[in-house]
């Protein structure tokens, strides 16, 4: 593998994201705060820890880092556990009143492919209902004590966050708590038509080919893999546009190839891509797959995807793609990268337009006037850099 990070320290991590055993490095005692706080933002720490504790790695950290990462775990098992209980008295409320519901990503996703619920972080519980059955859906829910996040939230058509309220203080440091407030994001669809101005569809049906899968003695029904697979490539995509992505959810990515890579319908996974409009998508994720974690992509899908993908994000993959992934961090995006990524991802003027108007309705929809005011500054600028080069 190709070291994509400088730091030593950091190299312990794209390692452990690659199969086989990370090597042993010399990691300076500066760095080690720093892989911590890496490795927590990109949620990768329970799965870290099991990495290590196999190849010995765990070893030669400091005592009492090595603790913090087991204590992590063990934390994160434990909310995984109270998530799972959470879940289960969800579906058995919608399945009562007739409404069946697909459970997305997170805690399938742990048990199958990270083989150990503790070892994924979750941030909610991702469910899907049909679009005739969410209005009821959102009653039941209301009827369990779940209200919507935002206030003044109104309900779109395919998404909906929703929480149980509870007096409670987010740090960065209480990821892995088992006293969060659980969250429920109810969906109708995938992903967004139309995501912030490109000319997306989402014509990717998760019900056909579902399958059932037990999880602590409970049957949940979950999308079949292919249909995971672009419903995870195109959801890392977004955020990595957004330049928020973080490692584990390229990670679902890879361990679910890694395992299922063989058995995969990849016509039908191109066909999904192609017929949604989401083939740059796509790519994007699964060229990182390959670049951060060793995927294994058949080269005619990897073509097929790559000549639908506009080409200078095929250069920017090739030249900084690997890097930007390590370096993305939720809490500080990289505002240049976001609108290079917007701008180059758009194959054509039509979408650029509706990927601009998109930029100046939704803070002027929510009445943030210095953030219109700072967005449109930032893109004149780089609007003009593009046009210069």
Not at 56 to 65: I, K
Not at 119 to 141: P, Q, T
Not at 255 to 281: C, K, M, N, T, Y
Not at 294 to 308: M, Q, V
Request: aromatic share 10%; charged share 25%; hydrophobic share 40%.
């Amino acid at each position: 593998m190709t070291s994509v990070v400088s730091s030593a320290a950091h190299r312990l991590i794209a390692e452990a994201l690659q199969p086989g055993i990370p090597s042993a490095v010399n990691v300076e005692p500066g760095d080690w705060e720093r892989l911590w706080s890496t490795a927590r933002s990109h949620c990768l720490i329970p799965y870290l820890h099991q990495r290590w504790s196999e190849s010995g790695t765990l070893d030669r950290l400091p005592p009492a880092l090595a603790e913090r990462f087991a204590h992590a775990r063990s934390q994160n098992t434990e909310r995984n556990r109270r998530l799972l209980a959470d879940l289960r008295d969800v579906c058995a409320a919608l399945q009562d009143h007739g409404i069946p519901a697909l459970v997305l990503k997170g805690l399938p996703l742990a048990q199958e492919y990270y083989g150990n619920l503790g070892l994924r972080v979750l941030y909610d519980l991702d469910l899907l209902v049909k679009v005739e059955d969410s209005s009821r859906a959102l009653e039941i829910l209301q009827e369990k004590g779940y209200v919507p996040y935002y206030s003044a939230q109104t309900r779109s058509n395919d998404e909906i966050l929703l929480w149980k309220p509870a007096d409670y203080t987010w740090t960065p440091e209480t990821v892995f708590d088992p006293g969060q407030p659980t969250f429920l994001d109810l969906h109708t669809q995938p992903w967004p038509q139309r995501w912030h101005g490109f000319r997306l569809d989402c014509k990717l049906d998760l019900w056909p080919d579902h399958r059932w899968q037990e999880m602590d003695g409970t049957a949940f029904r979950v999308p079949s893999d292919e249909r995971t697979l672009v419903q995870l490539t195109v959801h890392y995509a977004f955020n990595a546009v957004e330049s928020n992505a973080r490692l584990m959810h390229l990670l679902d990515v890879a361990l679910l190839l890694r395992q299922r890579e063989r058995d995969l319908d990849w016509e039908g996974i191109l066909r999904h891509a192609v017929a949604s409009r989401v083939a740059p998508f796509c790519f994007l994720t699964l060229d990182l797959s390959r670049r951060v974690c060793g995927s294994n992509i058949p080269e005619k899908i990897w073509r097929a995807l790559r000549d639908l993908t506009p080409r200078q994000v095929v250069t920017w993959l090739g030249l900084h793609g690997a890097q930007a992934a390590h370096a993305m961090n939720l809490h500080h995006r990289e505002r240049s990268l976001i609108y290079f990524l917007h701008w180059a991802m758009a194959p054509d003027w039509t979408q650029r337009f509706g990927i601009l108007s998109y930029s100046i309705q939704s803070p002027w929809r929510e009445g943030r006037w210095r953030a219109l005011a700072a967005r449109m500054r930032q893109r004149i600028r780089h609007l003009v850099f593009h046009f210069r080069r």
